[in-house]
């Protein structure tokens, strides 16, 4: 999604410019963007398809009594976003020289449209579960939703969203500034390094502050509104303090209730959520034993790793911005090392994000209204269950093992030395 | 609101058919029809840039199933768990061999990814059959309106039936049958040279074994489930459907033999369409018939979800699919006419 939109700008740099030369070298560097972007893509879809059907198959319980609420936005993303793009990625990929050149950067706009539209309905939906809004309970105990307009404009799934598609445009910039640093420190492929460390710094600097401020920020005061549990457990904070510190490193003991080896900064978090600190922060002995997310360690590291890798891009990229823009980054070395090892980890801060999320929102599914155990398939047994899962894993290390070397070799070949693209005069425009 | 909301479902599973219907047909005829490097280039350009989308019909489909009909969405998709998951394992498969086939120049990378197209297109088709198969026989549903279906039983209808049957077992050949048909024609259409005559050589020869099939196929539906003719005995209007799979049948045969290799593709494509009609009449208004005595059939008023859902329901998706139709009005126009043979690799 993140590279979406990056491709989008390429082609409108190509588009606008009346330089042939310069043309020539952004569609190039388009293409050869548009060809990971259909790897990815391709990868994406198909394991995307058994998202939608495990709501069914492994979660029917869940599926009957929230399908009337849930299915909506779902069936959306399919019928707003899905057709969208891929009808039009269809035409980027195998178009261009059928197509007249704004209608080709037009079919990028709609690619990069079709997929930011179907992350909103997804997330739509996970919020809906992290804070159900617009809902009405039926008298066969049945949700349907009661208010459209609620369920789409549910804050929740704002905030989520926009820190979502930072985290993809975050992605997208290191990977983009990563392959762009590998060509500069082994002085290949000519103008083309420069254009994507260029790019993904630019976009990776706006994406990498926005992510924390304000996305970040807002969704993590209002979570601590609507989702007391998960911050309190997320923080690591067993006892509720007026003043309350936060807890940048350490490993929670759940026996003693107290974070070993503790390395704290005291008040920041009462600060960070109520604004000033000397409020008063929830901590878990607030509430009940069976509502507290249960697998508490996990939760704390997966949020402790995304908020730490998060404050690296923001340092990293800042730092690289001040270079480029000293026209000095080219000569530091260091920077580029720095920004070619990075591009795995914004995939470990996006993970570890979901976790967060997902194991915040413990032990419910619907949270308040549906327990995680009251919503899975009732007649499917674990032998099944397990028997898919080890299928699943199987296949996907194939797919990842697939998606490595692909992209592996496709950064080695490296985009093609710039010939003006025949497009016709006009066939559609 | 419940019959509108079944013939929308039911009309997006048959666009489903015909437009996934013939990428996978291209598929199973693949590794048979296109023998040299550069046809097998030439029948992957005719599907290239559309089977990603008329893949999305299927999951538009199961997601309008989700919110339209959540308690059949849950029954039918944990019962059928196991030949589910492989759906969609072989899907992966097919979307990856389709995509990566061309990224290398290897011939045995090459020709990995080619049996693995057409094997995962075979058995995908059988099981699409199949599981029409399973909906028009019923499946044993408890009291709780869950059931799990083993794989296999006895291979009988009856009470006690297993995902494959003699029933549904006919229902995957038909399937495999009739698409391979439907992909002979649009190949044929797309391509051109020995490709082309190729593609409709075996079209002629698989109409016969479709023909023999569907003739076989309707009396055995009612076999399988008596109830499905009493739609038709009520309006006997229905019998239109069986009418128009014959008439289409016929057309397709008789417009194999002009120049224009449009109409037969066409034919095939109002044959697969008046089969998934005849096949939706004779269960409206059940979703899911149930087979034994300890559940009731999964009707449209048992599982539709709440009105205010479906009034807004219905207002976006008359929007978002006249949308939809648009996008693919467009593409189907720009890549119209046949493939170029001369052009380099499969858009990679």
Known sequence: ?429 | MGTLWFWIVALMLTGYVILDGFDLGVGIIYLFVARTESERAQALRTIGPVWDGNEVWLLAAGGTLFFAFPLLYASAFSGFYLPLMMVLWLLILRGVSIELRGHSPDALWRSFFDGLFTFSSVLLTIFFGAALGNVIRGVPIGADNYFFLSLWTNWRTGPNPGILDWYTVLGGVIALSALSLHGALYLAMKTEGHLERRALHFARRIWIATVALTLIGLPATVLARPASLNNYKGHPVAFLAPLAVILSVVIMRVTMGIRSRLPSFLASCAYLGSMMIGAATGLFPVLLPAVGTQGQDLTIARAISGPHTLRVGLAWWCVGMSLAVMYFCVVYWLFRGKVPTDAEGYGH
């Open chain 1, 1 to 429: 999604m993140g590279l979406a939109l990056l491709i989008v700008v390429l082609k409108t740099i190509a588009l606008r410019s009346t330089d042939l030369e310069k043309q020539a070298k952004y569609d190039e560097a388009a293409r050869f963007w548009a060809k990971i972007f259909a790897i990815n893509f391709l990868l994406g879809v198909v394991t995307g398809i058994p998202m939608e059907f495990q709501f069914g198959t492994n979660w029917s319980e869940f599926s009957r009594r929230t399908g009337g609420v849930i299915g909506m936005p779902l069936a959306m993303e399919g019928i707003f976003s899905f057709f969208l793009e891929s009808a039009f990625l269809g035409l980027f990929l195998f178009g261009e020289r059928r197509l007249s050149r704004r209608f080709h950067w037009l079919s990028a706009v709609l690619v990069f449209v079709g997929s930011w539209i179907s992350g909103f309905f997804i997330i739509v939906t996970n919020a809906w579960m992290q804070h159900p809004v617009g809902y009405r309970l039926l008298p066969n105990g049945v949700y349907e939703v009661s208010s459209f307009t609620q369920l789409l404009l549910n804050p929740w799934a704002w905030l989520e969203y926009t820190h979502n598609m930072c985290a993809a445009v975050v992605t997208a910039s290191f990977v983009m500034a990563a392959v762009g640093a590998l060509y500069i420190l082994q002085r290949r492929q000519g103008p083309y390094g420069h254009i994507f460390l260029k790019l993904g710094v630019y976009a990776g600097i706006v994406s990498s502050v926005l992510q924390v401020f304000p996305t970040g920020d807002l969704h993590g005061k209002y979570m601590a509104k609507n989702q007391p549990t998960a911050i309190a457990a997320m923080e690591g904070l067993f006892h509720t303090e007026k003043g309350a510190g936060m807890i940048v490193m350490g490993q929670p003991n759940y026996e003693s209730q107290t974070i070993d080896n503790p390395f704290r900064v005291n008040k920041v978090l009462s600060f960070l959520i109520y604004g000033t600190t000397s409020a008063e922060v929830e901590g878990l002995d607030h509430f009940p034993r069976d509502q507290w997310p249960s697998t508490l360690p996990l939760l704390f590291y997966s949020y402790h790793i995304m908020v730490g890798l998060g404050t690296w891009f923001g340092l990293i990229m800042a730092i690289a911005a001040f270079y480029l823009w000293r026209g000095k980054l080219d000569s530091a070395r260091w920077i580029l090392w720095c920004l070619l090892l990075s591009w795995p980890l914004p995939y470990i801060a996006t993970t570890a994000g979901w976790m967060t999320a997902e194991i915040g929102r413990q032990p419910w599914l619907v949270f308040g209204l549906i327990r995680t155990s009251t919503g899975s398939s009732i007649h499917v047994s674990a032998g099944n269950s397990l028997f898919t899962l080890l299928g699943f894993l199987g296949m996907y290390t194939v797919l990842s093992l697939l998606w490595i070397i692909l992209v592996y070799n496709h950064v080695q070949q490296g985009p093609e030395t710039p010939t003006p693209a025949t497009h016709p005069q006009s066939l559609t425009a």
